[in-house]
C-alpha cells in the first residue's frame, strides 16, 4: 500500500489523505508536461537515509526549474508523519520508497508538493543480489553542453523521465536490465535511475571512479556518501571522464542508487564483464551504514 | 473553465468528471515520470480541427513509448461528448484548446486517457497578432541522432515537457518570447510548441520551407496542413536543411502550431527580421480554412 501525504500551508505536519482516491488535479502542470521535480528515498527502521543530501538536491533541481517549493523542513516534518502512517498501516516492512514531488500545480494557482510512501519493490531488491546485464546507449548529448545549456536542466531531477524510461524498456526489450547511458563524444555518463562506479585494485591500492559532474549527470546523492565513507576506509577517489573500454577494463562495475543501493554490473552490451564480490561485499558495509 | 472526460471502457461516450476535483491518482506515472503522451487541438465553431491527423500523431507518440492507448474512435467519441458540454457551459467561446493525454497510469493497472477542453489562454491569441521574438538554443542533439536513438523518443509528443517549458523560461527571462531549438550541428529543428517556417518569395516564385524530420522533430499536423494547402495553391515546397542564416535570409519565418497557429517571428537573438505581412494574410487565410 501507498501512504500519501500533501504539503500544504494549512497542516502544519502534512494534510494525510487517502492514497486509493484520485488526489491530482487532472490540470497540474506535472501531469500535462512533466513540469515538476522528485527525490526518491530509501527508509529503513522508520528513519529516512540522507535527507538532508535528498532535500538539498530537491531544492537545486528545483532551482533549475525556477519552481518555488516548500523549504525543508516542512519536507521534513512530511516525511515523518508518512513514516509514521506508513509504519502503522505496514508494521511488517522494515524497508520503504519515500518519493517526493513537487510539480508546477494548476497554472495560477502555484506547486503541488507531497511524499509518498510505499514498499520496495521485489525486483529492485532482487537486482541487488543478483546484479544487472546493460546496455551503453547512446544519450544524445555531448559531455560539455550541460555547462553552455542550463534550458538542458541536465543535473535537475525532473519529473520528465520519459526518456530514461524508454531506455530501460529498450534495454529489456534486448535482453538486459538496465542502461549506462553515453555521451555523444563517448564519455560514460549515468544510469537512467543511477549513478555509475568503477573500481581498480592494483598493488594494495583500491580506487573507486565515477564520471564528472561537468559531464551533465546527476549528482549522486549515493555516490557522494559512499564516496566519504570509502576514503574514510582508505579508498582513492577519482572522478573521470570514463569511456567505455575504462568499464570493460575495471574489476567492477556498479550502478548505485538509494532504492536499489549498491548493483553490479554483470555484463555490458552482451558479454560478461569480471565482478569483485569482495569488493562489492567491502562497499555494500559501508552504503548499509548510511544515515 | 475547463471540461474533462476520462475515456473509460465502463462509458462508451467517454466519462463526464468534474474539473474541479482531483481526478487523477498522485501514483499515476504520468504525474510521476512525465510517462505519457499528448495532443492539442483547435476547436472553432464547436468542431476540432486536423482530427484524423492529431489522432494518428497521438497513436505514432504512443507506439513510440510502448504504450497501448484506446483507439481513434473512442477519442473521437470523448471529443464530441467534451465539446457538446463546454458548449453547454461557455457558450460564448467560439475557440477552444481540446487536450488529449493518455499515460502509463497506475503500476499494474494500465493507462489513463482523457479530454480536457479549455479556453485559448489570451497570451497565445494576442501573439497570432504581434509575432514573437526568439532566441535560437541549443537542443544539445545533433541532427542525425533521432535515427539511431529511438529511445530518445525525438519524434513523439511526450508528458515529458520539462526542457520546453525551462527553454521558454530561458528566453523570456532574456526579453524574447519564444525559443527555435538549433542542433549541436548547427541546424534549426524546432521550436518548443511549435514548427518553423520560412518564405521566399523571388521572381514571382513563392517557396515554404521547413526542416526535414529526419533531424528528430516532431511532425507538425499544422505544417502538414499548410503544406498541402499552399501547394494547392501554387507555392513551392522545401525540407530543410535549414541554418540559422537561412533564417536571416528568408523573407519571412513563422513558428506554427494548432492553438497559435501562424505566428511571425519579429526577431532572431535581439535582431529584428523581416516580416512579409501579405505573405502571412495569404498563410493565415489558408490555415483558417483547415478541416
Same mark, same amino acid.
Given at each position: 500500500?501507498?501512504?500519501?501525504?500533501?504539503?500544504?500551508?494549512?497542516?502544519?505536519?502534512?494534510?494525510?489523505?487517502?492514497?486509493?482516491?484520485?488526489?491530482?488535479?487532472?490540470?497540474?502542470?506535472?501531469?500535462?508536461?512533466?513540469?515538476?521535480?522528485?527525490?526518491?528515498?530509501?527508509?529503513?527502521?522508520?528513519?529516512?537515509?540522507?535527507?538532508?543530501?535528498?532535500?538539498?538536491?530537491?531544492?537545486?533541481?528545483?532551482?533549475?526549474?525556477?519552481?518555488?517549493?516548500?523549504?525543508?523542513?516542512?519536507?521534513?516534518?512530511?516525511?515523518?508523519?508518512?513514516?509514521?502512517?506508513?509504519?502503522?498501516?505496514?508494521?511488517?516492512?522494515?524497508?520503504?520508497?519515500?518519493?517526493?514531488?513537487?510539480?508546477?500545480?494548476?497554472?495560477?494557482?502555484?506547486?503541488?508538493?507531497?511524499?509518498?510512501?510505499?514498499?520496495?519493490?521485489?525486483?529492485?531488491?532482487?537486482?541487488?543480489?543478483?546484479?544487472?546485464?546493460?546496455?551503453?546507449?547512446?544519450?544524445?548529448?555531448?559531455?560539455?553542453?550541460?555547462?553552455?545549456?542550463?534550458?538542458?536542466?541536465? !543535473?535537475? =531531477? /525532473? +519529473?520528465?523521465?520519459?526518456?530514461?524510461?524508454?531506455? $530501460?524498456?529498450?534495454?529489456?526489450?534486448? %535482453? *538486459?536490465?538496465?542502461?549506462?547511458?553515453?555521451?555523444?563524444?563517448?564519455?560514460?555518463?549515468?544510469?537512467?535511475?543511477?549513478?555509475?562506479?568503477?573500481?581498480?585494485?592494483?598493488? !594494495?591500492? =583500491? /580506487? +573507486?571512479?565515477?564520471?564528472?559532474?561537468?559531464?551533465? $549527470?546527476?549528482?549522486?546523492?549515493?555516490? %557522494? *556518501?559512499?564516496?566519504?565513507?570509502?576514503?574514510?576506509?582508505?579508498?582513492?577517489?577519482?572522478?573521470?571522464?570514463?569511456?567505455?573500454?575504462?568499464?570493460?577494463?575495471?574489476?567492477?562495475?556498479?550502478?548505485?542508487?538509494?532504492?536499489?543501493?549498491?548493483?553490479?554490473?554483470?555484463?555490458?552490451?552482451?558479454?560478461?564483464?569480471?565482478?569483485?564480490?569482495?569488493?562489492?561485499?567491502?562497499?555494500?558495509?559501508?552504503?548499509?551504514?548510511?544515515?
Amino acid at each position: 500500500m501507498t501512504v500519501l501525504v500533501f504539503l500544504d500551508s494549512a497542516f502544519e505536519q502534512g494534510r494525510v489523505v487517502d492514497a486509493s482516491r484520485p488526489q491530482l488535479m487532472a490540470t497540474d502542470q506535472g501531469a500535462t508536461r512533466g513540469d515538476g521535480v522528485f527525490e526518491s528515498l530509501l527508509a529503513v527502521d522508520g528513519g529516512v537515509r540522507k535527507e538532508q543530501a535528498h532535500l538539498a538536491r530537491l531544492a537545486s533541481s528545483a532551482g533549475a526549474l525556477r519552481l518555488e517549493i516548500p523549504d525543508a523542513e516542512a519536507w521534513s516534518r512530511a516525511i515523518r508523519t508518512a513514516l509514521t502512517e506508513y509504519a502503522a498501516s505496514t508494521p511488517d516492512r522494515p524497508e520503504a520508497v519515500v518519493k517526493l514531488i513537487a510539480t508546477r500545480g494548476v497554472e495560477g494557482a502555484g506547486p503541488t508538493a507531497w511524499v509518498a510512501v510505499s514498499p520496495v519493490p521485489a525486483a529492485t531488491r532482487r537486482q541487488r543480489e543478483t546484479g544487472v546485464a546493460v546496455l551503453l546507449l547512446d544519450r544524445g548529448y555531448d559531455s560539455t553542453v550541460a555547462q553552455r545549456a542550463p534550458w538542458l536542466l541536465l !543535473g535537475a =531531477k /525532473t +519529473l520528465s523521465y520519459a526518456v530514461n524510461m524508454a531506455a $530501460i524498456r529498450h534495454a529489456k526489450e534486448h %535482453g *538486459a536490465d538496465d542502461v549506462i547511458f553515453t555521451s555523444s563524444d563517448g564519455k560514460v555518463l549515468e544510469g537512467p535511475t543511477s549513478t555509475v562506479l568503477t573500481a581498480r585494485h592494483r598493488g !594494495g591500492v =583500491k /580506487t +573507486l571512479v565515477t564520471p564528472q559532474l561537468e559531464s551533465g $549527470i546527476l549528482p549522486g546523492t549515493s555516490q %557522494g *556518501a559512499l564516496f566519504k565513507a570509502a576514503a574514510e576506509a582508505g579508498w582513492q577517489l577519482g572522478y573521470g571522464p570514463l569511456e567505455p573500454k575504462d568499464l570493460l577494463e575495471a574489476d567492477a562495475v556498479w550502478l548505485i542508487s538509494s532504492i536499489r543501493l549498491l548493483t553490479p554490473v554483470t555484463a555490458i552490451d552482451g558479454a560478461a564483464i569480471p565482478t569483485a564480490p569482495e569488493l562489492t561485499a567491502e562497499l555494500a558495509a559501508l552504503v548499509d551504514r548510511f544515515l
